[in-house]
């Protein structure tokens, strides 16, 4: 394996594990609450980027990022949802 593939596999590996863990604790939260509060998920998501961001720095950028726009995507989409049923 070179080191391109696996630096491309290592940041896709990132991109996926961020989307998962949103996911995972946004539905979680769904279930506990029946409503996603948006700032908790954001600001749960941008303080755990800003820990990980303090004990590793910026290599795990596409991590980090990842995580915080999928908790505003999902902030987004639960807060519609909830306005609509």
Do not use: K
Not at 23 to 45: D, E, K, Q, R
Not at 64 to 79: D, G, H, K, P, R
Request: charged share 5%; hydrophobic share 55%; with cysteine.
């Amino acid at each position: 394996m070179t080191e391109y593939s696996r630096d491309e596999l290592f940041t896709i590996l990132q991109v996926l594990s961020g989307i998962t863990l949103t996911v995972g604790y946004a539905f979680t939260i769904n279930v506990y609450n029946s409503s996603v509060p948006a700032f908790a998920l954001i600001g749960t998501a941008v303080g755990l980027a800003i820990i990980i961001g303090c004990w590793i720095g910026l290599r795990h950028l596409g991590f980090m990022l990842t995580m915080i726009f999928t908790s505003i995507v999902f902030a987004i989409y639960f807060n519609f949802g909830a306005m609509f049923s």
